[in-house]
């Protein structure tokens, strides 16, 4: 069953074309997205440069994926990812590096 994102927790919702997922960026997800991107506040100085690139979006995404259901690879959650565009991530996007930022 899935579920909806929690603000409390800093939990941001994608739109997929297999359905909504939640992102929680808990502090193992951003470890393992550090260790692939490299340190985070150089992540969220380069979105706000506007020089995110989008497998770096995805790659933070993908370690934040909390309630995907046990079919779904990275190769295909990144293809809905792109094919959602990325006006449809920015909102989810600004949680994320909002969560960064303030640690809550």
């Not at 941001?12 to 997922?21: D, F, H, I, R, T």
């Not at 393992?32 to 979006?57: C, D, I, Q, T, Y």
Request: hydrophobic letters at 50%; proline letters at 3%.
């Amino acid at each position: 069953m899935r579920r909806a994102a929690n603000a409390a927790r800093g939990e941001a919702s994608l739109l997929l074309e297999s359905g909504a997922v939640v992102l929680r960026p808990s502090f193992a997800a951003l470890v393992a997205a550090e260790e692939e991107l490299g340190p985070l506040f150089a992540l969220v100085e380069r979105a706000a440069a506007g020089n995110l690139k989008l497998s770096e979006m995805v790659a933070l995404f993908w370690h934040c994926l909390y309630n995907a259901d046990a079919e779904m690879t990275r190769d295909r959650f990144s293809e809905s990812v792109a094919k959602a565009g990325l006006s449809a991530m920015t909102p989810a996007l600004k949680t994320l590096l909002g969560q960064i930022l303030s640690g809550q």
